[in-house]
Protein backbone atom coordinates (compact mmCIF):
# COMPACT_ATOMS: atom_id res chain seq x y z
CA UNK A 1 0.00 0.00 0.00
CA UNK A 2 1.32 3.68 -0.83
CA UNK A 3 1.88 5.54 1.71
CA UNK A 4 3.07 9.29 1.56
CA UNK A 5 3.83 10.57 5.40
CA UNK A 6 4.30 14.49 6.04
CA UNK A 7 6.74 15.28 9.34
CA UNK A 8 8.59 18.89 10.43
CA UNK A 9 5.44 20.60 11.10
CA UNK A 10 4.76 23.10 14.21
CA UNK A 11 4.20 25.86 15.54
CA UNK A 12 7.07 29.35 14.85
CA UNK A 13 7.03 33.19 14.81
CA UNK A 14 6.93 35.44 11.58
CA UNK A 15 10.23 35.59 9.87
CA UNK A 16 11.20 31.90 10.91
CA UNK A 17 11.73 29.25 9.38
CA UNK A 18 10.63 25.31 9.40
CA UNK A 19 11.57 22.01 7.04
CA UNK A 20 8.89 19.62 6.04
CA UNK A 21 9.12 15.87 5.41
CA UNK A 22 7.66 13.51 2.30
CA UNK A 23 8.73 9.68 3.30
CA UNK A 24 6.94 7.99 0.83
CA UNK A 25 6.64 4.02 1.29
CA UNK A 26 4.93 1.14 -0.36
CA UNK A 27 6.67 1.97 -3.87
CA UNK A 28 9.24 4.16 -5.11
CA UNK A 29 8.37 7.92 -6.24
CA UNK A 30 11.31 8.51 -7.96
CA UNK A 31 9.93 8.74 -11.00
CA UNK A 32 7.16 10.41 -10.05
CA UNK A 33 6.51 14.14 -9.90
CA UNK A 34 5.62 15.49 -6.36
CA UNK A 35 3.91 18.23 -4.97
CA UNK A 36 3.40 20.44 -1.61
CA UNK A 37 -0.26 21.72 -1.23
CA UNK A 38 -1.92 23.55 1.76
CA UNK A 39 -5.15 24.18 3.26
CA UNK A 40 -5.83 26.92 6.08
CA UNK A 41 -8.89 26.68 8.28
CA UNK A 42 -12.00 28.20 6.37
CA UNK A 43 -10.02 27.39 2.68
CA UNK A 44 -9.83 25.07 -0.28
CA UNK A 45 -6.58 23.16 -0.61
CA UNK A 46 -4.13 25.01 -2.96
CA UNK A 47 -0.61 24.49 -4.60
CA UNK A 48 2.58 25.38 -2.86
CA UNK A 49 5.32 23.92 -5.11
CA UNK A 50 6.08 20.83 -6.88
CA UNK A 51 9.21 19.07 -8.59
CA UNK A 52 9.43 17.22 -11.29
CA UNK A 53 10.14 13.13 -11.42
CA UNK A 54 14.08 14.41 -12.21
CA UNK A 55 14.37 17.36 -9.52
CA UNK A 56 15.62 19.39 -12.37
CA UNK A 57 12.49 21.42 -12.56
CA UNK A 58 10.49 23.46 -9.44
CA UNK A 59 7.59 25.32 -9.72
CA UNK A 60 5.71 27.54 -6.90
CA UNK A 61 2.89 29.29 -6.44
CA UNK A 62 3.46 33.07 -6.53
CA UNK A 63 2.42 33.76 -2.76
CA UNK A 64 5.79 31.25 -1.45
CA UNK A 65 7.96 32.43 -4.74
CA UNK A 66 11.82 33.25 -2.96
CA UNK A 67 10.53 32.03 0.56
CA UNK A 68 10.01 28.43 0.25
CA UNK A 69 11.77 25.86 -1.52
CA UNK A 70 11.04 21.99 -2.62
CA UNK A 71 13.62 19.49 -3.05
CA UNK A 72 13.90 15.92 -3.46
CA UNK A 73 15.99 12.86 -2.49
CA UNK A 74 15.49 10.13 -4.67
CA UNK A 75 17.45 7.49 -3.08
CA UNK A 76 15.33 8.17 0.26
CA UNK A 77 12.30 8.38 -1.75
CA UNK A 78 12.13 11.42 0.13
CA UNK A 79 10.57 15.16 -0.18
CA UNK A 80 11.11 18.09 1.15
CA UNK A 81 9.42 21.59 1.52
CA UNK A 82 11.80 24.31 3.29
CA UNK A 83 10.11 27.54 3.98
CA UNK A 84 11.82 30.16 5.12
CA UNK A 85 10.65 34.08 6.14
CA UNK A 86 7.02 32.42 7.43
CA UNK A 87 3.94 34.79 7.54
CA UNK A 88 1.05 34.16 9.59
CA UNK A 89 -0.96 33.97 6.18
CA UNK A 90 1.42 30.63 5.40
CA UNK A 91 -0.52 28.57 8.45
CA UNK A 92 -2.41 25.79 6.79
CA UNK A 93 -2.50 22.11 6.80
CA UNK A 94 0.31 20.85 4.66
CA UNK A 95 0.36 18.09 2.66
CA UNK A 96 2.71 16.14 0.07
CA UNK A 97 1.33 14.54 -2.98
CA UNK A 98 2.33 11.83 -5.32
CA UNK A 99 1.49 12.49 -9.31
CA UNK A 100 -0.61 9.38 -10.98
CA UNK A 101 1.61 9.25 -14.00
CA UNK A 102 5.59 8.54 -13.86
CA UNK A 103 8.10 10.86 -16.17
CA UNK A 104 5.90 14.28 -16.05
CA UNK A 105 7.15 17.35 -15.42
CA UNK A 106 5.43 19.42 -12.65
CA UNK A 107 1.78 20.61 -12.12
CA UNK A 108 -0.32 22.63 -9.88
CA UNK A 109 -3.41 21.04 -10.50
CA UNK A 110 -4.47 18.53 -7.85
CA UNK A 111 -5.97 16.39 -10.31
CA UNK A 112 -2.73 15.41 -11.76
CA UNK A 113 -1.95 13.62 -8.20
CA UNK A 114 -3.32 10.11 -6.96
CA UNK A 115 -1.25 9.55 -3.67
CA UNK A 116 -1.41 11.70 -0.44
CA UNK A 117 -0.29 12.26 2.73
CA UNK A 118 -2.26 12.60 5.53
CA UNK A 119 -0.94 16.43 6.45
CA UNK A 120 1.16 18.28 8.73
CA UNK A 121 0.28 21.35 10.57
CA UNK A 122 2.33 24.52 10.26
CA UNK A 123 1.03 27.03 12.46
CA UNK A 124 2.37 30.99 12.12
CA UNK A 125 2.11 33.15 15.35
CA UNK A 126 2.77 37.10 14.69
Known amino acids: QVQLVESGGGLVQAGGSLSLSCAASGRTFSTYAMGWFRQAPGKEREFVAAISWSGANTYYADSVKGRFTISRDRAKNTVYLQMNSLKPEDTAVYYC???????????????????WGQGTQVTVSS
Open 97 to 115: AGDKLSYRGVSAAQSSYGS
